[in-house]
C-alpha cells in the first residue's frame, strides 16, 4: 500500500485559524512524513463575502512557500481551499477566487457546523450549484453538521447527487474516546462498515502542530483495516495523479 495523502489540512501558515507559524508548519510535516503521508493538499479556510483579490493572493503566495517545504521534506503538496458555503458562495466560484483539490475538479467545501444541517433546506439546491459549475463538491467533515444523530439517508442523497462525503479521523479514530465507551478495533470497524456506503474520505483537518493532527500506530493500523479509497480513488480522481 502507497502511502496516505491528506487532501483536508491547514498547514500553510498564518492565513487562517490553523498552524501560524513556519516552524509549527515544519514540525506538522515532520509529523506527517513519520506517519506515512507522502502528498497534502492545502486547504485554509475561504470565507466568501470577506475575502478579496488581495487575500487570495497572499494566501497562495503562501501556499506555494509550503509547496517550496514540502518538496525539501519529501512531500508533496497541492494547493486547494475549504469554501464556507455562506450567502456569498456563488460570487466566489464565479469570480474564481479559489482553489479546486489540487487544481482539478473537485472542491472542498464546509456548511456552518454551528447551526444544525437538518433545518437547512438548501444544501441540495447548493450541491446542484457547485455541480452546475463544473466541479465536484468534496463535504468536509459531514459528521459535525448533525446535531441529533447523523441522517444517513439524506447524506446518501447528497453522495446520489454526485458529492464526496469526508469526515476527520479525530471524529472516528479516538483511542481514549473508544477506551471510554469500551470500544476497540472491532466494535470501531462494525461502526465504520455501517457508515461506509455514505463515507468515502477521512481526514485530518489539522489545524496545530500541538494537536495530535496526525495518526498513532493505534489509529494507522485502524485505517489500514478500513475499506477507504484513501489512496488510489484520491490520487487518479481528485488528484489525477
Excluded at 439546491?125 to 441529533?148: C, M, N, Q, S, W
Aim: aromatic content about 10%; overall charge negative.
Amino acid at each position: 500500500m502507497k502511502g496516505f495523502v491528506d487532501i483536508h489540512n491547514h498547514c500553510a501558515w498564518d492565513v487562517d485559524d490553523g498552524v501560524q507559524s513556519f516552524e509549527e508548519a515544519k514540525a506538522c510535516l515532520t509529523r506527517a512524513k513519520k506517519d506515512g503521508i507522502e502528498i497534502i493538499v492545502s486547504t485554509p479556510h475561504y470565507i466568501p463575502g470577506r475575502f478579496s483579490k488581495e487575500d487570495f493572493d497572499e494566501i497562495t503566495n503562501r501556499q506555494y512557500e509550503l509547496v517550496k517545504l514540502g518538496k525539501e521534506m519529501g512531500i508533496q503538496v497541492y494547493l486547494g481551499s475549504e469554501i464556507f458555503l455562506n450567502d456569498d458562495y456563488l460570487e466566489m466560484f464565479d469570480q474564481g477566487l479559489f482553489h479546486p483539490l489540487a487544481e482539478g475538479n473537485y472542491v472542498l467545501v464546509e456548511f456552518d457546523v454551528r447551526k444544525n444541517i437538518k433545518s437547512n433546506e438548501d444544501v441540495e439546491d447548493i450541491l446542484y450549484e457547485i455541480k452546475l459549475r463544473g466541479f465536484t463538491p468534496v463535504i468536509a467533515h459531514v459528521e459535525r453538521y448533525f446535531h441529533d444523530g447523523m441522517d444517513l439517508e439524506r447524506v446518501q442523497q447528497w453522495v446520489d447527487m454526485g458529492a464526496v462525503i469526508q469526515v476527520n479521523r479525530t471524529s472516528f479514530l479516538s483511542k481514549k474516546e473508544a477506551a471510554r465507551r469500551k470500544m476497540r478495533l472491532h466494535s470501531l470497524s462494525i461502526i465504520w462498515h455501517m457508515l461506509s456506503p455514505v463515507i468515502r474520505i477521512m481526514m485530518t483537518d489539522l489545524e496545530s502542530a500541538c494537536f495530535p493532527m496526525y495518526m498513532s500506530s493505534w489509529q494507522r493500523n485502524t485505517v489500514r483495516k478500513m475499506p477507504m479509497f484513501f489512496v488510489v480513488k484520491i490520487r487518479k480522481i481528485l488528484l489525477r495523479i
